[in-house]
């Protein structure tokens, strides 16, 4: 199984980015996904997370209303529209597949992740 991400970069306060991640090795359809980041100096944050219909979504607090997670089951893809960026925002944005969802989704059994994706936002 891997997980890539993609359509991290550099982008301003107010400002809008799209993040994917490409999902390979697995039957995508039917696993939960979530988005996790890390700053530098900082512990790992949950961020979003979706159920494998994506009928279900779950938001971190500091990105709740400004950040959505969706998928593309025929696409094997999954996103993260983020937008209303603020310079704490700025992190390595990973994408990762869940194998077991008891508990709240920051808890759930997180087992393979991507290499990240940098998001800089900075005037």
């Known amino acids: 199984a891997q997980l890539e991400e993609s359509g991290g970069g550099l982008a301003q306060p107010g400002g809008s980015l799209r993040l994917s991640c490409a999902a390979s090795?697995?039957?995508?359809?039917?696993?939960?996904m979530g988005w996790f980041r890390q700053a530098p100096g900082k512990e790992r944050e949950f961020v979003a997370a979706?159920?494998?219909?994506?009928?279900?979504?779950f938001y971190g607090d500091s990105v709740k209303g400004r950040f959505t997670v969706s998928r593309d089951n025929e696409k094997n893809m999954m996103y993260l529209q983020m937008d209303n960026l603020k310079p704490e925002d700025t992190a390595v944005y990973y994408c990762?597949?869940?194998?077991?969802?008891?508990?709240?989704?920051?808890?759930?059994?997180?087992?393979?992740w991507g290499q990240g994706t940098q998001v800089t936002v900075s005037s």
């Open positions: 990762t597949k869940s194998q077991g969802e008891a508990g709240p989704p920051p808890t759930w059994d997180f087992d393979v």
């Open positions: 090795g697995f039957f995508f359809g039917n696993y939960a």
């Open positions: 979706i159920t494998y219909l994506g009928s279900s979504t």
